[in-house]
């Protein structure tokens, strides 16, 4: 088994030839120079009476854009210690478990790879914002009130939930180190739909993959947009599944509740502080289980929180019927 621990490091993560993200590194940089090159006169932000700041398409904030760069940086450390966690239980399950080793090699190895990890990456991203505590993590990479390239590298510093589904992939037969591999790639490609500069492409396209106009939805806080588009490269997923949303206007970026700071720390950690004090303050257990594992905004019947909760939701269904 340590062989094969070994074999896999060395493909996964210490080679760079064998890490997609390693290699679009430049690529990333060089995007995110032209886009703030183009946008360098746009950076100016105009504030709704509620605060919340109205930047202009396309722009970039200097102190936005330094968080969203440094939470990335920073996710390249932790990422790499979750894999190492990863690559130790993924290869014990394809050597003892997996009823077969699906072969490198075959192409339909790597169809089922891209597929099963496009699907699982639906899954998950759907759990993240329906699942508080995992949503505690994943709010990070929703709290600019921009959108650009520099919003993609706004990544969370946990990637448990993630680890763990991905774990069906080496339970029937793919190698771990393509386990790395597949996910990478659909990393890459999800850095390309954080953009204004890109309006909406052709319709075959907008139908079958996961582009700039349907993400920009995703991070919307309007109500229309809120959990919708939890697309990673194909968006037929959202189609099946009743979670799709066409873009009808430019959404408004961020979170329902803006965390108001640039502080990197606060902006991973701050909803975690806050399942804690709900928690401590709850008054039965099932509350107490409610604030952890509930929705985000998830309240006891009856509080002011839940009355605002079904306020959302009334809004959001009113807005489906029409």
Not at 12 to 19: G, K, V
Request: proline share 7%; hydrophobic share 45%; with cysteine.
């Amino acid at each position: 088994m340590w062989e094969t621990v070994t074999s896999a490091w060395n493909s996964a993560l210490l080679t760079p030839l064998h890490e997609p993200v390693t290699l679009a590194i430049p690529a990333f940089v060089l995007f995110l120079a032209i886009e703030w090159f183009a946008a360098r006169h746009l950076e100016d932000a105009t504030f709704d009476p509620d605060g919340r700041s109205r930047p202009v398409r396309g722009g970039y904030e200097r102190r936005d854009a330094r968080a969203s760069v440094s939470m990335g940086a920073v996710s390249i450390l932790t990422t790499t210690f979750w894999k190492l966690l990863a690559l130790i239980g993924y290869s014990a399950i394809w050597v003892y478990l997996a009823p077969w080793h699906l072969p490198p090699d075959a192409w339909y190895t790597w169809v089922i790879l891209v597929l099963g990890v496009d699907a699982l990456f639906y899954a998950y991203h759907r759990m993240a914002h329906r699942i508080r505590l995992i949503w505690a993590t994943h709010q990070a990479h929703h709290s600019s009130e921009y959108f650009n390239f520099s919003t993609a590298l706004r990544q969370k510093w946990n990637n448990g939930a993630e680890i763990l589904m991905w774990i069906p992939l080496p339970l029937i037969g793919i190698p771990p180190w393509m386990v790395f591999i597949g996910f990478s790639v659909n990393l890459v490609y999800q850095f390309f739909v954080h953009t204004e500069r890109i309006d909406k492409l052709p319709r075959p396209v907008e139908f079958v993959f996961n582009t700039p106009s349907h993400h920009r939805v995703h991070h919307g806080c309007d109500p229309e947009y809120l959990d919708r588009n939890y697309a990673g490269i194909l968006i037929v997923w959202d189609r099946m599944f009743g979670t799709f949303q066409p873009e009808t206007h430019r959404p408004t970026y961020g979170l329902t509740k803006p965390v108001g700071t640039y502080n990197i720390w606060k902006l991973q950690t701050h909803e975690y502080g806050a399942i804690v004090r709900d928690w401590r303050r709850a008054s039965s257990w099932r509350d107490k289980l409610g604030y952890v594992f509930g929705p985000p905004g998830w309240a006891p019947s009856g509080t002011r929180e839940a009355d605002q909760e079904v306020d959302r939701a009334v809004a959001v269904h009113g807005h489906e019927a029409q």
